[in-house]
Structures are given as structure tokens and as C-alpha cells.
């Protein structure tokens, strides 16, 4: 039987920003500590956020995929302070390492301990979780209406999903503005991430008509403003939209994920690449695999999309498939893994089976086919090589 939660306080708009003062009295917040990525840290409006918050502190010791040890050093610095909540901002790092701060600050188990496996968050001592306000500045992961993180165990060398409900931020503040400086490159690889996340949410096969629903406009706004986000940065309409595409995609994948996914986990991992490139990637290879069980959707999604059949097309598999390499073409995503410098015989290749690690992986339970690990293994193969 379904669960359904859906996401947060959410305010929307063009400077937005500014009202974070008022937000953080609201929760009670008087001494919250800001968690960004190292490169935004010096950004003008990160200062004008310290400098309207006089009692913050700030931390930004993260890494592009954030490692356990990133998480015990930012509880350090929370305690040290003596912080009482956290006000995250930055890409999807950002964005998970602030909420597994404000999740372990209390807790006296290891954060692998809440690996999202089995019943594993009832361990958590929720009334010691940090209240959290949450400010995306990519549109990609949505990571700001999540209640899991994605967190790399060093140890391993393997992207582990922390949970608890708690880990919802209480606020968001999706602010257009805060958008305008991410680069095209990134603008891409975070947009059509969120792509895969409404996508793979669609074509999960769980009862969810709310999350279908979502991910359908989720992929309506992400094809109609992405391209003009990436060749126009500035261009605040295109910002929000992606924005709020973003928070749908990740609202939408409470319904699952899918294969896309259950591959760009373990070679994001391994390789220490951008999940979203990753998923940018994977996407053409993982659908022509899915294809047969999934016509109808395909069909759902190519009509409200306006996606035509091209002459000659017989399914609308085809017709996605062609719109979907022409998109990806049009944001200079490269076709192979091969070209992002991943290969099928390499050494961290040929020492972890990838396809089962991508088996292994809680997203793998949400494709609409349950591929084995040798079946992974072959579409991992076809990324590399394009075939
Ligand atoms: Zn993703």
C-alpha cells in the first residue's frame, strides 16, 4: 500500500532571499550555521547573507560528492558554535551535506548506521535533529524537498542514502537569482537531472497519480526552458521554471527511481563524476532497454510534450528517443561514457562488477523492468561504447 508525503513551506520568487531573517526567527533559529560549497562561499550574495544573519556561522569544507568525514567535521563546527539550525545553500553537496549535519548533531550511532535499508531510521533520536532551511542555487537535484541524502562511505568507495522524515527541510526559498551564475555546463548536466527524476518517477510502475501527474509538467517546463537557461543565463523565467522543475522532479521520485539512476550511483561513486552528467548520459541507453514495458507511457508523455512521430517512426519509443538525443545534442552533453573518460576495461572497472553494485541499488527497485547485474553490466557496456 502507498505512502504519500508531500514536500514543504516553500516561497518562490526574485529575491526571496532577503526574508530568510525573518524565517530563521520563525524556527527559532538565532545562531544558525550556513552550509554551502567551497566555491560559492565567496559569492556577494553568501556575504550578504552573513552579514543579515549577524550571529551565523559558516561551513564549507564539502566535497562535489560529500564523504562521511565532511559530516563529522561540520557536526564539529555546529557544536563548537553552538549552533541551533542550519540553513543550507548551494548544488545538491550543499544541499545533502547541510541536512545530514542537521541530522547527526544529536545522535550518538555513525550516520551509516541510517542507511536508508529496512527500518534503520527508527534509530534516529528525532527530537535532536536541527531544524533546517534550505536554499537551492542548481536546478537539478531537488534535494531541498528530500528527506535522504546521498553521502559517499570512503571506507568503500560507495554513495550511501541516509534517511529520516526529519531530514525535510521545515522552509525553502526558491529564488530565481540565485540561479543566474551557474554556467551553462552545469546548467545542463543539473537540468537534465531533473529531467531523469521526473522521468524515472513516471515510468515507476507503484499507484502514485499525484507524483505522475508532477513529473508530467516536471518534463513540460524542463524541455521548453532548459535550452533557454543554458544559452541565456540571465534570463529569470527560464531560472524559476527550472527551479521549481527541479523541486517537482524530486517531490515526483518519492515514487521511485529507476535504472538511470541505480548505474549513476556507483560510477559517481567510483569515478567521482557529476551525478547529473552521469544521468545525462545513461538516459538514452537505460530507455531503449525499458522500451518495451514502457509504450504506453512513452506515448503519455510524448503527446503532452508535443513530441512528434518523425516520418517512418512506428512507436513512439522511437519518437522520444530521437527528441531525447536532439535535447541532449542541443546542451553539448557528450554521447558515451567513454567521452567523459569511463571505460568498461579499466582498472576500477574491472575491480568492482558495476552491474552489481547498479543491482544492488535502492533505485534499481523502481525501474520498470528488474534488470540482473549482468543485464546492468551490458547497458553500462552500451554507454560506454554507444552501442
Ligand atoms: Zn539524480
Excluded at 559558516?58 to 566535497?63: R, T, V, Y
Excluded at 563548537?80 to 550543499?94: E, F, L, R, V
Excluded at 530507455?287 to 507511457?297: E, H, M, T
Excluded at 558495476?354 to 543485464?375: K, M, R, V, Y
Amino acid at each position: 500500500m502507498p505512502n504519500w508525503n508531500y514536500p514543504t513551506a516553500i516561497l518562490f520568487g526574485n529575491g526571496r532571499v532577503s526574508e530568510l531573517p525573518k524565517l530563521c526567527e520563525a524556527l527559532h533559529m538565532h545562531c544558525p550555521l550556513i552550509v554551502t560549497d567551497p566555491g560559492l562561499a565567496k559569492f556577494p550574495f553568501i556575504l550578504a547573507i552573513e552579514q543579515a544573519l549577524p550571529y551565523a556561522g559558516m561551513f564549507c569544507d564539502i566535497k562535489a560528492n560529500p564523504i562521511g568525514k565532511n559530516i563529522v567535521a561540520g557536526v564539529s563546527v555546529f557544536k563548537q558554535g553552538q549552533h541551533d539550525g542550519i540553513i543550507a545553500i548551494g548544488g545538491g553537496s550543499a544541499l545533502d551535506a547541510g541536512k545530514a549535519i542537521a541530522l547527526m548533531v544529536g545522535q550518538s550511532l555513525p550516520i551509516w548506521e541510517f542507511e536508508d535499508i529496512a527500518d534503520n531510521w527508527l534509530k534516529v533520536d528525532t527530537d535532536k535533529v536541527a531544524p533546517i532551511i534550505a536554499i537551492p542555487t542548481t536546478a537539478g537535484t531537488g534535494s531541498e524537498v528530500g528527506r535522504a541524502a546521498v553521502i559517499v562511505d570512503e571506507k568503500n568507495k560507495s554513495k550511501k542514502i541516509i534517511f529520516h522524515p526529519s531530514m525535510l527541510p521545515q522552509q525553502v526559498i526558491l529564488d530565481p537569482q540565485l540561479s543566474q551564475a551557474l554556467p551553462p555546463k552545469l546548467t545542463a548536466a543539473t537540468g537534465l537531472d531533473a529531467f531523469v527524476h521526473n522521468f524515472e518517477a513516471f515510468c515507476a510502475p507503484s499507484y502514485h497519480p499525484m507524483a505522475d501527474g508532477i513529473a508530467l509538467q516536471g518534463m513540460k517546463l524542463i524541455k521548453e526552458w532548459l535550452p533557454i537557461a543554458y544559452h541565456d543565463g540571465q534570463n529569470l523565467n527560464a531560472r524559476g521554471h527550472m527551479l521549481s522543475a527541479s523541486t517537482m522532479g524530486a517531490t515526483a521520485f518519492q515514487k521511485g527511481l529507476g535504472a538511470c539512476h541505480a548505474l549513476a550511483h556507483p560510477l559517481g561513486a567510483l569515478y567521482d563524476k557529476h551525478h547529473g552528467l552521469l544521468n545525462a548520459i545513461l538516459l538514452p541507453y537505460v530507455v531503449q532497454r525499458n522500451a518495451p514495458a514502457i509504450r504506453d507511457k512513452l506515448q503519455i508523455i510524448c503527446e503532452f510534450l508535443s513530441i512528434k512521430k518523425q516520418p517512418r517512426q512506428t512507436d513512439y519509443a522511437e519518437a522520444f528517443l530521437t527528441w531525447l538525443c536532439e535535447f541532449r545534442q542541443q546542451l553539448d552533453i557528450p554521447n558515451t561514457l567513454a567521452d567523459i573518460g569511463i571505460y568498461t576495461d579499466d582498472d576500477i572497472a574491472q575491480a568492482n562488477t558495476i552491474g552489481e553494485l547498479a543491482c544492488a541499488d535502492p533505485s534499481a527497485s523502481g525501474n520498470p523492468i528488474l534488470f540482473t547485474a549482468d543485464q546492468y553490466q551490458q547497458l553500462f557496456h552500451n554507454a560506454v561504447s554507444g552501442g
